[in-house]
């Protein structure tokens, strides 16, 4: 049998992370048992793998695979429409179950397409990059992106469970491991330390996917985040802390056109609310400090180009408005201390940018 963890997730409906080595083949027993059809939604590079799945899937099952685009071209409701389109096709019922298989834009999307058809279908979430594991697959956030705007168009709908094989991560290339694992050095900062002492211990040890730091580390950030969505799946309160390194972080993806990992503007984007937080009087020099080592020693950047500021607090104001409410960022009072600082002054804002800006 594989050796693995389970995390529960509680909310409304409760579910189970099982995270492990080998753990894949208990996607059968994740499935509901009356479920009949079940579509694999994947992108083209998992398409060897989405067709082994099928083998072991099949049995009394009928197993469809929707191959999509990967990444951000995949959230597009032209992609939502092809899997509504097979789903239309073989007689979907609501008993009928989607597997999302793939990165965080993949595993969006699968579950925006379960959470559509029929009002509502179950979805198990199957991540394949350290990021969907950490964060996109735990949680229930489903969407697609419009011309707009990312996530504009989405539903909360929490998957029926999560299924992370570490195995499957022997794959990813060095860099999308360690820009995967910003969400890591972020729950280090907002809620479980080890992880941080885990990195200063030994950096390379906690990126190397066979080592045991590896392992706890993603554990640990499994568990803040179904800690935190547990308590507040729709992001009335708690569930804003995950946004820590994400206003600034969002800005700078937007100005690269999305063509940066996420874990690198979110690393900027933590060092800049470090330095928000300090400038506010909240955080201590040596925390800030802290946050610029861990994240150079795991080869994350820690600074952006001095010239942007003025196209970055644009965003951030745009951001803002689109979601009806004032400038907001999660700083921290301390390690492990996130709270919500609101409207700060330009001059603070244009201050911590100095410092993180070159
Ligand atoms: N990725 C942030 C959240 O799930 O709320």
Known sequence: MSDRTVIPVAGET???VTVGRGVLPHLSDALPAAARKVLVVHPPTLAERAEQLRATLCGDREVLLAEVPDAEQGKRVEVAAFCWQIMGQADFTRT???????????????????????????VVQVPTTVLGMVDAAVGGKTGINTAEGKNLVGAFWPPRAVICDLDLLDSLSANERVAGFAEVVKAGFIWYPEIL?????????????HSDAFRRCIELAIEMKARVVGEDLREAGLREVLNYGHTLGHAIEHAERYRWRHGAAISIGMMYAAELSRLAGRLSDAAVERHRGILTSLGLPTSYRAGAWPQLLATMQRDKK?????????VLDDIAKPTVLQAPDESLLFAAYQEVSQ
């Open 322 to 330: 689109a979601r009806g409410g004032m400038l907001r960022f999660i």
């Open 96 to 122: 009928d179950a989607v597997v999302g298989f793939g990165g965080g834009a993949v595993t969006d999307l699968a579950g925006f397409v379960a959470a559509t058809w029929l009002r509502g279908v179950a």
């Open 14 to 16: 409760p579910y189970e």
């Open 197 to 209: 002492d885990l990195i200063e211990t030994d950096p390379a040890a906690v990126v190397d996917r």
